[in-house]
């Protein structure tokens, strides 16, 4: 009896086979090929569904090398990852097998509490491995990862195109010998947002002993693609006429009502352009957000429809004189600041902890009353800027973040040697 | 006396016996045929029959075999990253019992376990793909991490229609020999606002006081004021008369026994029903949310809720005279 | 000194005893001739003789094997539903004592227990179904789980009027020797709001101070304003006395020693026996009630009640001139 | 440094000595005679007496006998009713010593038990009563259950009149060898606010800093603003000078390290004393009444106390150019 | 060579060299004598020598065990209590080295700390009573409960005169071979609101762009730091924009990492300083006040400041129009 999904019936052998990231996965052979020890360990990173892990395989399986594996569902504390990636890297594979490559998959999936000290530990395997170790990450920013970074080769994995799914799609289903209108390939590629994985699984789910597949069936598919989900939403929302309309649309939404708030606040300003109605939609979204917070802290859940009513119907109906426009939504700024300047945010905290230690203040207050200071030093004056440098004790990557200029930095970091 | 509760007695056992969401049943029923299927994310909202769904289908793929091969891990449990890497592997690992393609693992409340647990269950789902399969039951499927979405087709279980729970509701009341009325069904559906489990438990309830179940006694049973009799109450505030629409409200609390947040909260409904300014309907609705918050913080009952019919009342005034909300 | 409770001494004994509430009473008569009856669930207001229907029913019901078949417990005293489980089980598993069909357990209070031991009750519900009947005790039935209000009849107990209250306190006054004039009983029912209980309590209360129970030993002992004072009090802030009206406050408070939260609620009784248009006693309300919430999150009595009256005070001059309401 | 505290040192030990609460005392001198008593509950503000009179009455009831007649409990303190249960248990178990009918248990802060609680204090009461009388001080009567209520005698404490404080304050200085001003007397009157407890730790705690204690220890060590400079604080509000008057207010929160909730009681008090007309100081007492809610549930004391002054400022504005008050 | 930040060059070693706060230094210098001192408390606003009066008092106790004897933490940088614990124990179980009694541990920002953490920071401080001693520095000691308060010496730190701080500023220009202006110490005191360690950090920014200092480079200088983003944030909502001030909000909160509480008091401090009518001011005074408590009481800082700044925007039109206030 078969029971293989079709993500791993029709998962590449060879490395040919990778779609899109074909070009990936020949650096990843080539790197395996040539690894030596002493040599840097390799980190793939891309989104889901892209083919990192399957490409490990597609190169061991050509090279006839084994794969050891260690992913998110062992526990990764510093005693197993040394006990079995450890043992692993250090020791010659099966007589059988020509090579071995040490998979750590999903290092994203690194536990804080039950994986403590993991990430180091595996800096230290790779420092001390005999065979090549390999790694996946869907974001390999993150900052925890900072120094793991230096220890490795990154290779990227990108989106498929809809496209490229779009075919492997239509070859699945010539296999399995079902005939699929192309806009059902289309729409069922286009929700997994280059997810290659997360589209065959869907087509499994439609298609699995059917013969014909048309755009009928597709109903019961959520949208994966949740943008587009909240941006028919805000339409809904925004163009209502009447309080239930506003708050259907709200209820229509595949995402919770703190990211459902955000959307609605980043993108009042856009519909409504009479100042009146913009200070109206905001209040309502206020007292909306007054109710969150009483549920918060009472856990009186039984409030939410008068937060969810308010940051709907409440910031709806505050449109009464300007036109309901089309608007290109944008994702909500706060969150998007949040993240591209996490790196930053991390820097000046670092900065900030040494500004700390030395002036007797606390890190938000060295960020607030001394950064700005230091800074026009640093820019204005690289020769007193060298010179307090030494004294916080700032590296060059401090050095470069605190002036924000590279011409003024490479100065000081001159200055410095 | 000893009876058993209508809503385990009635639920679904097979595929078969689910008569909504035809869709995804016609789906689940095309799986259980090739016994080939993918990992299985449902989403929706409580009550639309998402864990009667995998119960049901596993049932009819497993047969006999249903409890060896199936695992139910549900918000109560303990769902940290412990139990995934170990109790969830143990059971996966092994081959499935009976002649049955792979087990079922099912996590009900998935979008409540910790991002730690769900990362840990991702290579799990793919390295046992040979012996097992996961279903997901969520409300909301965006609280579950992208790399576990990719691995499952996810199904949306849309909120039942009135329609289909009056059905239900008449034909468990044919098999019961209840004679249900309309006005009962009309009753039910407004107590139970979509769900299917609540409203089969007040028509067992209802019919606890005799074998017609009418609007009358559905009202009684469940501590509902006639919605009729809440917008007479709200209207009468509306039109300026205060002292009369108070002695309506202590009336309704006398005779159905209502609670204040009861009230409060059948006023809220009707809101949205009144034939009043739109932008109107959400002031109301924002200021009875204020007298709920206060009457859950200990404020007295009666006090908040003259102060609620004082301000129905006030916003009538206005109203009337066509003066902007301020 | 160790008298008994009123409450208790002139508690009816039987159901032919109890003068209100007849249609509850008929019904349980019916109980007792024939023997058979479903899970009970009271529902209503305080002292309006719920747990005396319980008692009166079972008396009748078990005769002189009362005690052997009858057990009471207050679901907010056990301590959690464990407790509770215990007990029952130690009462239930046994058969009933003479010529009954099963053993009754009152379970007081049962509002007051979390849905989750409302649940673990169920099951324990289920379990003795054949040698106990549970009787539960609640102000509002909605606050109970839908699946044991399904198994359950529900008898809604309607608040006492006052002339049926003003008889038994006159009459419980004969048998104990009381003076209690006619302006006595007016107070006793203004503070006892329809709770049979609270009136015998303050009688027997204010019969401790002396043998004659009038209007000033109901308000002593129940440290209540006379509504009189009260409505003065209002009345001087309306008239634009804001600083009188604030000084009457303070003899009020020190006097009667009345909480904040106590005066609030008699400014709020009082408003509607003011002789101002009714427009004005709904703004009254509305504000009223945001000085009530105000209270109860904690803060100060003193400048709370001060703006209370400073409301009113502004509202009075409004009126005067005629001013529309804003 | 070892020593006593002078509310303790002071403290009267006989009915005889206490001065206030005649009709009080002259009641329990009564019980005193009969050794015949009931329950008591002694209601009334803070510092008005209440413990120093179940003390003395205790001792001059039991005499020798007074330490193993007399317990003395603390309802906050003592976690729990269970405590409260054990500790009178063994205490009350056991049958007087000497020539007395009863033991006596004093219960402190009695309101601040949870309803819950005194239901179980009231079955103790009634266990215990062959061989103890409890007496239950709170502040407010309202706050005890009504089953307890109509068990006692219910004795109220009115708030010490600032003359009998004042002399009570003097008498005390003498003995003590202080230099106690009259401006010193007037302002301990002015933070005690007729609690004579207070008012003697005031004393005790500014006598520490000299042996001359006037109005500017007095306010030293109570963390309080001179009222003056409160009210030069409102002054520069109300005459526009907004930027002075928000200074002036950060010297207060800040320099003297005053709370925000002092600040607001303090302003409230000056309202009354400004020299503006009545109808403006209705105005600000409200908007008072608001800012103090603000600070009770949490928001900032500078903003929140910036935007009060904001407010008089203005007021004075409007004031100054005869404006309505809208 | 390395180049010191200038608040730590010339910040003061021992008390010997602390110019102002005479008595509070006048008190330390004789707990170094007595080496007996109790757990104390700094309060004042910032720049006002709160930190240097500790460490030159532990420096002065310590001598050269000060590394050994001192633990600086702040209470906003430490992730909750129990790293402040774990922290405090591993430094307080051991005993002082050298020949003092205790060590010292000052605990910075300890306003910051919400109720509950201070209570469980009360009885660490009792934990290690014998061998350490806490010095708790805050801007409000209003903010800091009471049973800590009472456990130690209280000392306010006032803000420094104007001149005080010219005085520093000349001294320290002179060492560093600056030449200072007359009009440039101006703009420094202008700017740094009483707060030397802004001034003196002004002073050596300014320096760096040359080496004469006058009102020119310390205003290029300051031009860059903080509140003027906040006054350019106000403006721009002022004038209508409203996704640009929205945009600068999002900096102010992400890059700058200020809370919305310290958001909302740089613009209630900055409404002052704006060129509008003062009614206006007033205006915006009191709805920063209401926003205010829209954050204690709300969810999300972002939503309730973009709020504040819509109603800015809509102010300014308001405003432009010659519309009156509404």
């Known amino acids: 009896m078969s029971a293989i999904p079709w993500t791993e019936k029709y998962a590449p052998r060879r490395v040919s086979e990778i779609v899109r990231n074909t070009e990936a996965a020949m650096k990843l052979l080539r790197l395996v090929k ?63 097998k020509r090579g071995r490559i040490v998979l750590i998959d999903e290092i994203d999936g690194l536990s804080g509490r039950e994986d403590r000290g993991g990430l180091g530990a595996i800096i230290k395997v790779i420092k001390n491995a005999r065979v090549p170790v390999v790694l996946t990450a869907n974001d390999p920013w993150d900052p925890r990862f900072a120094s793991l970074r230096q220890y490795c080769k990154l290779i990227e994995y990108k989106r498929l195109t809809m496209w490229d799914v779009v075919k492997v799609l239509r070859s699945i289903c010539q296999k399995e010998g079902i005939i699929a209108d192309n806009e059902v390939l289309k729409e069922i590629a286009k929700n997994a ?225 | 006396m000893s009876e058993m509760m209508w809503t385990e007695k009635y639920r679904p056992r097979t595929l078969d016996e689910i008569v909504n969401q035809e869709e995804i049943v016609s789906r689940l029923k095309h799986f259980v045929k090739t016994k080939d299927f993918p990992h299985l994310l449902f989403a929706g909202p409580p009550g639309t029959g998402k864990t009667t769904a995998i119960l049901a289908f596993a049932r009819d793929l497993f047969g006999k075999y249903f409890e060896e091969n199936f695992l139910e891990l549900n918000a109560s449990d303990e769902r940290g990253i412990d139990i995934i890497r170990t109790r969830v592997k143990d059971f996966a690992r092994t081959r499935a019992i009976g002649d049955v393609p792979v087990k079922i693992i099912a996590l009900d409340e998935a979008d409540n376990m910790t991002a730690d647990a769900q990362q840990a269950l991702r290579r799990t789902m793919e390295k046992y793909t040979r012996t097992a399969r996961f279903c997901l039951i969520c409300n909301y499927s965006s609280k579950i991490i992208e790399p576990i979405q990719s691995r499952c087709a996810v199904f949306r279980f849309s909120p039942l229609k009135d329609e289909d729970i009056a059905k239900r509701l008449k034909w468990i009341a044919e098999q019961e020999d209840v004679n249900l009325t309309e006005d009962g069904v009309q009753a039910i559906l407004y107590v139970a606002e979509g769900d299917m489990r609540r409203a089969i438990n007040i028509l067992q309830a209802a019919s606890a006081l005799g074998t017609t179940v009418n609007s009358e006694t559905v009202y009684k049973v469940t501590g509902r004021a006639r919605p009729e009799e809440v917008r007479e109450m709200i209207n009468l505030a509306l039109s300026g008369k205060f002292i009369e629409a108070r002695k309506k409200l202590y009336e309704l609390l006398i005779t159905y026994g209502l609670s204040g947040s009861d009230i409060v909260r059948q006023i809220h409904r009707e809101i949205y029903n009144l034939n009043i300014p739109e932008e109107w309907k959400v002031k109301l609705a924002e200021y009875t949310g204020d007298i709920d918050f206060r009457l859950s913080e200990g404020a007295h009952e009666d006090i908040q809720l003259s102060a609620l019919l004082a301000h129905f009342a006030l916003a009538g005034t206005q109203m009337r005279k066509g003066d902007k909300i301020g």
């Open chain 1, 34 to 96: 040539e690894w030596k020890p002493g040599s840097k360990g390799i980190l793939l990173y891309g989104p889901p569904g892209t083919g990192k892990t399957v490409s490990v395989y597609a190169v061991a399986n050509e090279l006839n090398y084994e794969v050891i594996e260690m992913n998110a569902s062992d526990t990764r504390n510093v005693q197993n990852v040394m006990r079995i990636a450890g043992s692993a890297a250090m020791q010659a594979p099966l007589f059988a």
């Open chain 1, 193 to 417: 947002e280059g997810d290659l994985r997360s589209a065959i699984n869907d087509l499994q789910a439609l298609a699995e002993g059917r013969k014909r597949l048309t755009k009928g069936m597709l109903g019961i598919l959520a949208r994966r693609d949740r943008e587009k989900n909240i941006f028919e939403v805000l339409r809904m929302l925004f163009s209502a006429k009447t309080a239930r309309m506003a708050t259907f649309a709200l209820s229509t939404a595949d995402v919770d009502y703190e990211m459902l708030m955000r959307w609605i606040s980043e993108n009042i300003p856009y519909h409504m352009n009479d100042v009146e109605e913009l200070a109206k939609a905001y209040d309502a979204l206020s007292r909306a957000d007054v109710f969150l917070g009483r549920i918060k802290r009472e856990q009186n859940w039984k409030l939410l429809p008068y937060a969810f009513e308010l940051m709907s119907a409440g910031v709806a109906l505050a449109r009464t004189k300007s036109k309901f426009k089309f608007v290109k939504y944008s994702f909500p700024s706060l969150l998007r600041e949040l993240k591209s300047s996490k790196e930053q945010r991390d820097l000046q905290k670092k900065v900030g902890e040494k500004i700390k230690k030395r002036c007797h203040t606390s890190v938000t207050r060295a960020i607030n009353d001394f950064l700005p200071f230091i800074r026009t030093i640093f820019r204005s004056n690289p020769e007193m800027g060298a010179k307090m440098a030494r004294w916080f004790r700032f590296n060059e990557e401090e050095i470069a973040f605190i002036t924000g200029d590279s011409k003024s930095s490479k100065e000081i970091i001159k200055l410095l040697r």
